[in-house]
């Protein structure tokens, strides 16, 4: 759909990599609420993310920014709730307590304690420092660790999805992790079987498909994943 500049002006604008998982899960958040917004990519390989211009909107040069008017929001965990208070259907937390705990749970173990720690400028770094099979034990023991957490967590709440059959937060997390370790790195997650058998749940989704990397503007042709 073509938007005129004043539709642009009133518009969400999320700055973005197709294949940055923090990006991924934003887009899920958008996609679900139904919030229309102006995608506007950020190559991160190509160190866009260091450009002046970027870097007035976010010191810290990552992805993804969403800015609603004078509002920027720089974490995706931030963005995620910002949008969840101003677009409050379909709610991305449950009303039970226990179960609003377990997703806000399992939401911090992956973007505290596994996706940092495959984040491409740490992965870089320790490949400089050490060689590239350490980079990927490295990598490896991260993901794996917080598989293992998330297995024990969510193995006597889950229905179709993490914490019930209803798509909360820690859906948007999940889903995004396991896909970003499949193609990134290899790493399966069929030895987990709760989490596997969330990610086939995610799979059958329109609103956590259309999000994927390979479907975004800036994802090259060649990629089908």
């Known amino acids: 759909m073509a938007y005129s500049d004043e ?18 899960r934003v887009r899920i958040a958008l996609t679900l609420k139904g919030i229309e917004y102006e995608y506007i990519a950020v190559n991160l390989l190509k160190g866009h ?20 008017g004078d509002v920027v929001i720089t974490d995706s965990f931030a963005i995620i709730m910002y949008l969840d208070e101003k677009y409050p259907e379909p709610p991305l937390l449950p009303r039970d307590l226990h179960k609003r705990a377990l997703n806000y749970q399992a939401a911090s173990i992956i973007s505290s ?14 490949e400089e420092k050490t060689n590239a099979e350490e980079k990927i034990a490295w990598v490896n023991n991260a993901i794996r660790k917080g598989y293992t957490a998330l297995e ?27 896909h970003a370790a499949e193609i990134k790195f290899n790493i399966d997650v069929e030895p987990y079987p709760t989490l596997a058998k969330c990610y086939e749940s995610y799979k059958k989704l329109s609103v956590f498909e259309d999000a994927v990397p390979a479907k975004q503007p800036d994802a090259p042709a060649s990629s089908s994943n």
């Open 113 to 126: 304690g596994i996706q940092p720690l495959q984040n491409l400028a740490v992965i870089r770094y320790i």
């Open 7 to 24: 539709d642009k002006k009133e518009m969400l604008r999320l700055y973005s990599y197709w294949r940055s998982s923090c990006g991924h």
């Open 152 to 178: 024990k967590l969510l193995v006597n709440c889950a229905g179709k999805y993490a914490t019930g059959d209803e798509v909360y937060l820690a859906d948007l997390f999940l889903a995004t992790q396991i």
């Open 49 to 68: 993310q260091f450009n002046p211009d970027f870097q007035k909107i976010n010191p810290m040069g990552t992805v993804p920014v969403l800015v609603d």
